[in-house]
C-alpha cells in the first residue's frame, strides 16, 4: 500500500514530457520480452496507472445512472430495436440479451413491451463482474505509454516508420499513427497498396489497443524477415492503436474503471460524448443507433460529429491507395464484413467472396467466428461500412476475446492482462494474413 501511495505521488508530480522520455526503457522490450513482461505483471500486479486527481477522486461507479440489465430478444431485428433504444448489447445467448442501459432510457422499454428479465446497478455488476481492477492491469498501454511506445519503434526504425498525428481529439489529444513503408515518411502521398490497423474506438475496449500496437511492435522487431520485409517494401501500412483516446484515458482516469464507450464531447443536458461506432455517415443514425445524448449508442448530433471520426474519415479519404483495414473491438471473438447496417448482403458479389473468403482466414487463425456484422445486429453508422462504401476498402471488425454470452456469459471488457499474451500473438497471424491479401485482395477468391 505504501508502494502504492508513493506511486501514486510521484506519478501524479510527472509531467507529459518527462512520462514520454521515460517511455523508451520499457519501450526497447522485444516483443516476446515484451509479452512475457505482461504476462508476470499479470501474476505479480505492479502498481496503477493512475494520476490523483481531486477532481476525478469523487466520480464513482457508485452514482452512475446506468444499469446492467438482461432482456428477451432472440432475434437481429429485436436486439437492433434494442440499440436504438440506447442499450449497448455486451452478450448474446439465443433468447436473451445483456447489456448497459442509462435509467432514463427505461420508460420506453415499458412502452414498447420490452420484457426486462434481470436488471442491477451497473456499479454493482462491475464489482462482481470484475476479473482485474486497474491495479493489475498497468501491462495495457495508456496513451502515454502507447505514445511512447510509438515513438520508440520511429526511433529505432527511421529508415522505414514514422509517426504522425490524424488529428486532435475534442480534449486536444493527437491520434498517433504509425505508419509502416519503406519510400513514404508522414503523410506523404504513395502509390502501394495499403492496410490500416486501428483500435479503441470504444474507450472500454483496452484489449482493442494492444493488437495493433503490438502487432507493429512484432512487424518492425521481424523486418528482415523476408516475408515481412517484402510488405514493408511493397505496402503502405498504417497502425492507429487509439482513434478515441479522450474515452480511453476517461475509462482509466480513477483508478476504478468507468465503463465508458463514447467520446468524451459535450452534448445537450449535460451529456457526454457520441459513440464512434454511429457516428459515420453510413445510414447515420438509422437501424441501431440511440438519438438520445445519455445512450451509450448515441449517435451523435451529426454524422461525423465528433472530430476522431473526422480524423479517419479525412485520413481514408486522402489515400486512395488504402485496400484493406481492421477496427479491433472487444469482445465476443468475431470477424465481422459489412454490410453491419443493414440486413442485406453488399450489392457487389465479387466484393462479397472476398470479405467473406478472408474473414474465414482469418477466423481460421484465431479460432473466431466469421459473419456478416447485421447477423449480430444492424448498426447504422459503422466505420466498416463507411470505408467500404466511401473507399471500397476491405473493410473487417474484429471483436477480440473474450468469447461472449448470456448475462455476463464469461466475456469482459476487462478480462485482465493474461489475456493479452494469446490474443495478441493468434491477432498477428490474422493481420498478417490480411497483409498477405492486400496487394490484390480479389485474388483471395
Ligand atoms: O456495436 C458495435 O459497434 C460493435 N460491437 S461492440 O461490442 N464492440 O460495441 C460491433 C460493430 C459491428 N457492426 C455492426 N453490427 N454494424
Ligand atoms: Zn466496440
Not at 47 to 52: D, F, M, S
Not at 146 to 175: C, Q, V
Amino acid at each position: 500500500m505504501i508502494r502504492l501511495l508513493l506511486s501514486l505521488t510521484f506519478l501524479a508530480s510527472l509531467s507529459v514530457n518527462a512520462f514520454a522520455s521515460e517511455a523508451p526503457e520499457r519501450s526497447s522490450l522485444s516483443f516476446d520480452q515484451l509479452l512475457k513482461s505482461i504476462s508476470s505483471a499479470y501474476e505479480a500486479p505492479p502498481a496503477p496507472v493512475v494520476e490523483e486527481r481531486s477532481s476525478t477522486a469523487a466520480r464513482t461507479l457508485e452514482n452512475d445512472p446506468r444499469l446492467w440489465i438482461s432482456v428477451a430478444a432472440s432475434t437481429k431485428e429485436e436486439r437492433t430495436r434494442l440499440l436504438e433504444m440506447g442499450l449497448s448489447i455486451e452478450a448474446i445467448s439465443a433468447n436473451s440479451v445483456s447489456g448497459i442501459v442509462h435509467r432514463d432510457s427505461l420508460p420506453a422499454f415499458q412502452t414498447k413491451s420490452v420484457s426486462v428479465l434481470a436488471s442491477i446497478p451497473l456499479a454493482q455488476f462491475a464489482s462482481s463482474s470484475l476479473k482485474d481492477f486497474p491495479t493489475q492491469d498497468a501491462a495495457y498501454h495508456n496513451y502515454q505509454e502507447m505514445y511512447g511506445r510509438l515513438k520508440a519503434l520511429e526511433s529505432a526504425n527511421p529508415d522505414i516508420a514514422s509517426l504522425f498525428s490524424i488529428g486532435r481529439t475534442t480534449e486536444g489529444r493527437e491520434i498517433w499513427t504509425l505508419r509502416i513503408n519503406s519510400s513514404a515518411k508522414g503523410t506523404k502521398p504513395s502509390s502501394k497498396p495499403g492496410a490500416v490497423f486501428q483500435g479503441a474506438h470504444h474507450a472500454r475496449e483496452h484489449l482493442s489497443v494492444e493488437v495493433p500496437l503490438l502487432f507493429a511492435v512484432w512487424l518492425l522487431e521481424n523486418r528482415d524477415n523476408a516475408e515481412v520485409r517484402k510488405y514493408i517494401d511493397t505496402l503502405d501500412i498504417y497502425i492507429q492503436p487509439m482513434i478515441n483516446p479522450d474515452g480511453a484515458e476517461f475509462d482509466i482516469s480513477t483508478g476504478k474503471y468507468q465503463w465508458w464507450r463514447k467520446t468524451r464531447s459535450p452534448q445537450a443536458s449535460g451529456n457526454f460524448g457520441a459513440d464512434l461506432n454511429r457516428n459515420y455517415d453510413s445510414w447515420w443514425c438509422q437501424a441501431g443507433a440511440s438519438n438520445s445524448p445519455w445512450a451509450d449508442t448515441y449517435c451523435g448530433p451529426s454524422a461525423f460529429s465528433e472530430p476522431e471520426s473526422r480524423a479517419v474519415r479525412d485520413f481514408v479519404k486522402a489515400r486512395p491507395n488504402l485496400k484493406t483495414m481492421i477496427s479491433y473491438h472487444t469482445y465476443a471473438e468475431l470477424i465481422l464484413y459489412p454490410w453491419g447496417g443493414k440486413y442485406e448482403d453488399i450489392p457487389n458479389q465479387d466484393d462479397l467472396r472476398v470479405f467473406r473468403t478472408l474473414a474465414e482466414g482469418m477466423a481460421r487463425l484465431t479460432g473466431y467466428t466469421a459473419q456478416k456484422s447485421s447477423d449480430l445486429y444492424a448498426a447504422t453508422g459503422d466505420s466498416c461500412d463507411w470505408a467500404y462504401a466511401e473507399a471500397g476498402i476491405f473493410a473487417f471488425t474484429i471483436e477480440l476475446s473474450p468469447a461472449g454470452g448470456g448475462w455476463g456469459g464469461g466475456g469482459t471488457f476487462y478480462p485482465g492482462a493474461g489475456v493479452i499474451d494469446k490474443t495478441v500473438r493468434d491477432n498477428v497471424q490474422a493481420a498478417l494474413y490480411l497483409l498477405r491479401n492486400t496487394s490484390d485482395p480479389r485474388r483471395a477468391i
